[in-house]
């Protein structure tokens, strides 16, 4: 029998403890006696003990998975500030504990700074003096980041020292890579995706596979209702990165400069050739119709994941791991996934990984940056980040990540992630997202928006489109002036 590696081993106590957690959120939600339900308690509460066991023993300890070991003596410290919470922090902690266990010169602090847009409000009030020697960021980022003066690439690590990174898929390389400099080194992958209720979609007689445009999604969405399986058919995400995927699906840039791949961005082209306008009266005509769920200013994100959640709304488009993660906390249906649907058949461009990355940061101390490389390198090897795909239901960053034992076993599990790795095989390199230095700002104006043409009947399609450019011109123009390309 083949030997199963530690990371295996982890992977596979925490998929069973999850799929037996949403078995038993499953039988709880169903009626029966008062004796059938006290059984359920007592078994709900023997997994929970399971859980906690399982845990325990898989972290070498009592304390629970996201706590940071013992300090290291007289080790080097290597500070990460990262904004992974719940399984993101838990896996990656377990990481960091073991690449500490695993050496004896340099010992990895792990700090959570609270969500990527506070972890990146600090860091850019933090002297540099005081930053971590790690970053861990969200690609939004990425454009302030290369600006600045407070990073090194990975690619002069990668170059001076021979590093085989050549298994990263092309699409993730090419998204984090500005004239064949690869900026960080990628450790988490999304893409854009369709969730769905599996049983509500069935028993509608839904082929899910029939699903490749969002006029096949929405057909799909008013059987699902007509047939009383849900309240609502479907609804989206809705934020500048959402917006962005439809972009390089359409083949256009949303900014000049190749997106600011080939010089600093100076203004938003996204509808110079009427694709904005496109994407917007699409997405206008469908979710304004009776049996979809809209995502207006009135209506959160957190709305509409929790109406997913719950079974009142059947599909989601948005990130394949934002769902994948909180699928224990559904307790009446069977999650499945599908790649985004395009917006019509004459699109030319496709759409782009999303995620994020670490970074290392330039605070003049070799033997640190040596440090920061080192957990790098470990954080890169197969199994790890099979295992923290696995963990967190990410996609994997690498071919030897996705073909990883911990991973494959995940694969079974869960074979709908195959079809999110399809999508990615199928981007194109040249159709990767922006990059420049106020993103921030696009994806809080394409949101406000996106949401008021959905909710005041006098602010259309292209009003919101309108309205977007010429604010976020503003912005770029502030940005420029302060930051000269």
Same mark, same amino acid.
Request: charged share 25%.
């Given at each position: 029998?083949?030997?199963?590696?530690?990371?295996?081993?982890?992977?596979?106590?925490?998929?069973?403890?999850?799929?037996?957690?949403?078995?038993?959120?499953?039988?709880?939600?169903?009626?029966?006696? *008062?004796?059938?339900?006290?059984?359920?308690?007592?078994?709900?509460?023997?997994?929970?003990?399971?859980?906690?066991?399982?845990?325990?023993?898989?972290?070498?300890?009592?304390?629970?998975?996201?706590?940071?070991?013992?300090?290291?003596?007289?080790?080097?410290?290597?500070?990460?500030?990262?904004?992974?919470?719940?399984?993101?922090?838990?896996?990656?902690?377990?990481?960091?504990?073991?690449?500490?266990?695993?050496?004896?010169?340099?010992?990895?602090?792990?700090?959570?700074?609270?969500?990527?847009?506070?972890? &990146?409000?600090?860091?850019?009030?933090?002297?540099?003096?005081?930053?971590?020697?790690?970053?861990?960021?969200?690609?939004?980022?990425?454009?302030?980041?290369?600006?600045?003066?407070?990073?090194?690439?990975?690619?002069?690590?990668?170059?001076?020292?021979?590093?085989?990174?050549?298994?990263?898929?092309?699409?993730?390389?090419?998204?984090?890579?500005?004239?064949?400099?690869?900026?960080?080194?990628?450790?988490?992958?999304?893409?854009?995706?369709?969730?769905?209720?599996?049983?509500?979609?069935?028993?509608?007689?839904?082929?899910?596979?029939?699903?490749?445009?969002?006029?096949?999604?929405? *057909?799909?969405?008013?059987?699902?209702?007509?047939?009383?399986?849900?309240?609502?058919?479907?609804?989206?995400?809705?934020?500048?990165?959402?917006?962005?995927?439809?972009?390089?699906?359409?083949?256009?840039?949303?900014?000049?400069?190749?997106?600011?791949?080939?010089?600093?961005?100076?203004?938003?082209?996204?509808?110079?050739?009427?694709?904005?306008?496109?994407?917007?009266?699409?997405?206008?005509?469908?979710?304004?119709?009776?049996?979809?769920?809209?995502?207006?200013?009135?209506?959160?994100?957190?709305?509409?994941?929790?109406?997913?959640?719950?079974?009142?709304?059947?599909?989601?488009?948005?990130?394949?791991?934002?769902?994948?993660?909180?699928?224990?906390?559904?307790?009446?249906?069977?999650?499945?996934?599908?790649?985004?649907?395009?917006?019509?058949?004459?699109?030319?461009?496709? &759409?782009?990984?999303?995620?994020?990355?670490?970074?290392?940061?330039?605070?003049?101390?070799?033997?640190?940056?040596?440090?920061?490389?080192?957990?790098?390198?470990?954080?890169?090897?197969?199994?790890?980040?099979?295992?923290?795909?696995?963990?967190?239901?990410?996609?994997?960053?690498?071919?030897?990540?996705?073909?990883?034992?911990?991973?494959?076993?995940?694969?079974?599990?869960?074979?709908?992630?195959?079809?999110?790795?399809?999508?990615?095989?199928?981007?194109?390199?040249?159709?990767?997202?922006?990059?420049?230095?106020?993103?921030?700002?696009?994806?809080?104006?394409?949101?406000?928006?996106?949401?008021?043409?959905?909710?005041?009947?006098?602010?259309?399609?292209?009003?919101?489109?309108?309205?977007?450019?010429?604010?976020?011109?503003?912005?770029?123009?502030?940005?420029?002036?302060?930051?000269?390309?």
């Amino acid at each position: 029998m083949k030997k199963r590696s530690k990371w295996f081993q982890k992977a596979v106590a925490v998929i069973c403890i999850l799929s037996m957690m949403v078995s038993l959120a499953a039988c709880g939600s169903s009626g029966g006696s *008062a004796e059938e339900s006290s059984k359920e308690t007592a078994k709900q509460e023997e997994a929970e003990t399971l859980q906690e066991t399982n845990v325990a023993e898989e972290t070498g300890g009592g304390e629970a998975a996201d706590t940071q070991e013992a300090s290291g003596g007289d080790k080097v410290e290597i500070t990460v500030w990262h904004m992974l919470s719940g399984v993101g922090e838990e896996a990656f902690t377990q990481i960091v504990n073991d690449f500490n266990a695993s050496q004896d010169k340099y010992y990895v602090v792990s700090e959570f700074q609270g969500s990527w847009y506070d972890s &990146f409000a600090k860091f850019k009030a933090t002297p540099k003096e005081s930053l971590p020697d790690i970053y861990q960021i969200v690609v939004e980022c990425m454009g302030y980041l290369k600006d600045s003066d407070y990073v090194i690439p990975i690619q002069d690590y990668i170059d001076s020292e021979g590093f085989d990174v050549s298994g990263m898929q092309e699409n993730i390389r090419s998204l984090y890579t500005i004239d064949d400099t690869l900026y960080c080194m990628p450790l988490s992958v999304t893409m854009l995706s369709v969730s769905y209720n599996k049983e509500a979609l069935e028993n509608a007689g839904v082929d899910v596979n029939s699903i490749k445009t969002i006029a096949d999604l929405d *057909a799909a969405a008013k059987k699902v209702v007509d047939a009383g399986e849900a309240k609502y058919g479907w609804s989206i995400l809705s934020d500048g990165w959402q917006v962005e995927e439809y972009m390089c699906l359409s083949g256009d840039p949303t900014f000049d400069n190749n997106n600011g791949r080939q010089g600093q961005v100076t203004r938003c082209v996204m509808n110079d050739n009427g694709a904005a306008d496109t994407i917007f009266n699409t997405f206008y005509e469908y979710l304004s119709k009776d049996y979809n769920y809209p995502p207006t200013t009135t209506i959160a994100s957190s709305d509409i994941t929790t109406a997913f959640l719950t079974g009142d709304l059947a599909m989601l488009v948005g990130s394949s791991q934002w769902i994948l993660k909180q699928e224990s906390s559904i307790e009446n249906f069977t999650l499945g996934q599908i790649a985004a649907p395009i917006t019509n058949e004459e699109v030319t461009g496709s &759409f782009s990984p999303g995620g994020n990355g670490v970074w290392m940061i330039d605070k003049g101390d070799e033997e640190k940056q040596k440090g920061a490389w080192e957990f790098i390198k470990y954080l890169w090897q197969d199994e790890v980040m099979g295992y923290y795909a696995a963990y967190t239901g990410y996609t994997p960053v690498s071919t030897g990540a996705y073909n990883s034992q911990v991973y494959t076993e995940f694969r079974e599990k869960k074979p709908f992630v195959e079809a999110i790795w399809q999508e990615l095989e199928e981007c194109k390199p040249e159709y990767v997202g922006a990059v420049f230095g106020s993103y921030y700002d696009f994806r809080n104006i394409v949101m406000d928006a996106f949401g008021q043409m959905f909710g005041d009947e006098n602010f259309g399609p292209e009003d919101a489109v309108e309205r977007i450019i010429t604010q976020i011109d503003e912005t770029i123009e502030l940005y420029n002036e302060a930051n000269p390309g």
